[in-house]
């Protein structure tokens, strides 16, 4: 069997719903074994996130390589033409009427004033080492963590994840412990974690600056080290079954469900509605 694949950005949702967190980590295995997992659509938080993180990699980098920021146009330029492109490539499912972005168009000016308020406040002070670089590192025989930190930067030696979203966000601890210990297996010490949150606001609201928060490292990684231990018990019971727990191989309860979760609902999850959960009737 190939290697178990777990991602960094996987520890930051798995303890709030357990079996949501395995369909989107193991949805292969979990459909080989009989499953049908439902397709949820991307939101436009996600896309224009994705494009910050890319306007902001684009100047970051060219920072690393010539000593200084490129002007303001090449981030914003980037991320723009990035959305642009997610945007053709298929659905997605804007904010409803009382939401932040509603429309193409909203979502290309959030992207650019987004990254502009990242390059006039968080980029000056920064000095970056690797930006978005993968590593790999094998954690158990069988089971890789594979992460992609958004900056390791000189200051101290640090690592940094940028969020982008409406409001603030939670629980996001163990993904940058599990960078730092990534990091670590890679002989480049970390001593400081921290989060820059860049919030997403309507078009004719003024574009907040980014809110940067430091992370304890040493409780990051402990937080990463244990959900990475439950995520390897999960995905080992529903192979080969735990005869203590009266489980067999292939039971959806190898993972928790959490029916009382915000996420708990057919718009959200990818196990709603199948018979891979049935907890999601027990939702009021």
Not at 95 to 108: F, L, N, Q, S, Y
Not at 236 to 261: K, Q, Y
Request: hydrophobic fraction near 35%.
């Amino acid at each position: 069997m190939k290697p178990t694949i777990i991602r960094c950005s996987a520890l930051t949702g798995y303890p709030d719903c357990e079996r949501r967190g395995a369909a989107r980590l193991f949805r292969a295995e979990i459909e080989a074994a009989g499953f049908k997992l439902r397709e949820t659509p991307r939101g436009i938080g996600a896309a224009v996130g994705t494009s910050v993180h890319k306007g902001v990699a684009v100047e970051l980098d060219e920072k690393a390589t010539a000593g200084k920021l490129p002007p303001v146009s090449v981030p914003t330029d980037a991320a723009v033409g990035e959305l642009c492109e997610q945007l053709a490539q298929g659905e997605v499912a804007y904010d409803g009427p009382k939401g932040v972005t509603k429309t193409r168009g909203e979502a290309i000016h959030s992207a650019a004033k987004m990254v502009r308020a990242y390059h006039e406040s968080v980029a000056p002070g920064v000095e970056p080492i690797s930006v978005e670089t993968r590593l790999e590192a094998e954690i158990m025989p069988g089971f890789i963590l594979s992460g992609q930190s958004d900056l390791v930067a000189r200051e101290p030696r640090s690592v940094r994840d940028l969020k982008t979203g409406t409001r603030s966000p939670t629980s996001v601890t163990a993904q940058l412990g599990g960078y730092s210990l990534l990091n670590r297996s890679h002989r480049m010490e970390i001593d400081t974690a921290s989060i820059d949150w860049i919030q997403r606001v309507r078009e004719s609201k003024e574009q907040p600056g980014p809110v940067s928060t430091k992370v304890k490292l040493d409780r990051a990684e402990t937080a990463a080290t244990m959900i990475l231990s439950h995520i390897i018990k999960g995905i080992e019971t529903f192979r080969h079954g735990d005869s203590e727990r009266r489980i067999l191989p292939g039971d959806p309860w190898a993972f928790l469900a959490n029916p009382s979760s915000v996420l708990c609902s057919d718009k959200w999850c990818p196990c709603w509605g199948t018979e891979f959960c049935h907890e999601w009737q027990e939702k009021k």
